[in-house]
Nanobody
Framework: QVQLVESGGGLVQAGGSLRLSCAASGGTFSEYCMGWFRQAPGQEREFVAAISYNGGVTHYTDPVKGRFTIARDNAKNTVYLQMNSLKPEDTAVYYC?????????????????????WGQGTQVTVSS
């Protein structure tokens, strides 16, 4: 069983930055592909970014490309989401998720249903 705990959320003005962290325990972190998702009130959970087990592959949703960066430190069992140039539309609860690789080729996934392990979420609020 993998446990995930997010931190780093908060209230920030538009144009500001936040760095989210997701600490993992209970499994071999370096074997897991990691994803960040977000969910705004009344909306479905949506993909934000993903990173392969070794950090060699990353993928972002178009609205955050060039502003957000996903990274991982396998020695610290932690995945990060650096968020710059934040916009009010980035306001949501942010979740990290983990799953073993889906195949030797498929190392990232954008579908939340493909991830088995989830954190409890951290609130990000961007004021205009």
């Amino acid at each position: 069983q993998v446990q995930l705990v997010e931190s780093g959320g908060g209230l920030v003005q538009a144009g500001g930055s936040l760095r989210l962290s997701c600490a993992a325990s209970g499994g071999t972190f370096s074997e897991y592909c990691m994803g960040w998702f977000r969910q705004a009130p009344g909306q479905e959970r949506e993909f934000v970014a993903a990173i392969s087990y070794n950090g060699g592959v990353t993928h972002y949703t178009d609205p955050v490309k060039g502003r957000f960066t996903i990274a991982r430190d396998n020695a610290k069992n932690t995945v990060y989401l650096q968020m710059n140039s934040l916009k009010p539309e980035d306001t949501a609860v942010y979740y990290c998720a983990a799953e073993l690789p889906w195949s030797s080729i498929v190392l990232v996934q954008t579908d939340p249903n493909e991830y088995h392990y989830w954190g409890q979420g951290t609130q990000v609020t961007v004021s205009s």
